[in-house]
C-alpha cells in the first residue's frame, strides 16, 4: 500500500535553481514597489478630497454663526427679546484644526 505525503503533489524540481530565485526576488520587489506607488496616489487623492471637504465644511459653520448673528441684531433691535442663540463654536474649532496647512496662518488666525 502506498501513501501518499502532505506535499507530494507539490513539483520540488526547481527548489535549487538560482534563477527560479531571481524571479521570486524580482516578483516580490515589484510587488512591493506597486503595492507603495498605489499606497501613496491613493493617501494623496484621500487628502486632496479632504481639503475640499474641510474647506466646505469650515464655510458652512462660519455662515451659520454669521446667520445667527444677523438674527441676533435684528432682535436688539426690535428690543422685544433678548436673544438667546447659540453659536456652532465647537464646529468651527474642529474644521479649523483640520484646514491648518491649507488656508494661509493669517486667515486661521482671523477665523479663530
Same mark, same amino acid.
Given at each position: 500500500?502506498?501513501?501518499?505525503?502532505?506535499?507530494?503533489?507539490?513539483?520540488?524540481?526547481? +527548489?535549487? $535553481?538560482? *534563477?527560479?530565485?531571481?524571479?521570486?526576488?524580482?516578483?516580490? /520587489? &515589484?510587488?512591493?514597489?506597486?503595492?507603495?506607488?498605489?499606497?501613496?496616489?491613493? +493617501?494623496? $487623492?484621500? *487628502?486632496?478630497?479632504?481639503?475640499?471637504?474641510?474647506?466646505? /465644511? &469650515?464655510?458652512?459653520?462660519?455662515?451659520?454663526?454669521?446667520?445667527?448673528?444677523?438674527?441676533?441684531?435684528? *432682535?436688539?433691535?426690535?428690543?422685544?427679546?433678548?436673544?438667546?442663540?447659540?453659536?456652532?463654536?465647537?464646529?468651527?474649532?474642529?474644521?479649523?484644526?483640520?484646514?491648518?496647512?491649507?488656508?494661509?496662518?493669517?486667515?486661521?488666525?482671523?477665523?479663530?
Amino acid at each position: 500500500m502506498q501513501t501518499l505525503g502532505c506535499f507530494d503533489f507539490v513539483d520540488w524540481s526547481w +527548489f535549487g $535553481r538560482v *534563477q527560479d530565485y531571481w524571479f521570486l526576488v524580482l516578483g516580490a /520587489a &515589484l510587488g512591493a514597489l506597486t503595492t507603495v506607488w498605489w499606497a501613496k496616489h491613493e +493617501f494623496k $487623492r484621500f *487628502q486632496s478630497t479632504e481639503k475640499g471637504l474641510s474647506k466646505n /465644511a &469650515l464655510l458652512e459653520r462660519l455662515q451659520f454663526n454669521d446667520d445667527r448673528v444677523v438674527q441676533i441684531l435684528a *432682535q436688539l433691535a426690535s428690543r422685544k427679546l433678548t436673544p438667546d442663540f447659540t453659536f456652532d463654536t465647537t464646529g468651527i474649532i474642529i474644521w479649523l484644526s483640520r484646514i491648518e496647512g491649507i488656508l494661509p496662518a493669517e486667515t486661521v488666525q482671523a477665523i479663530n
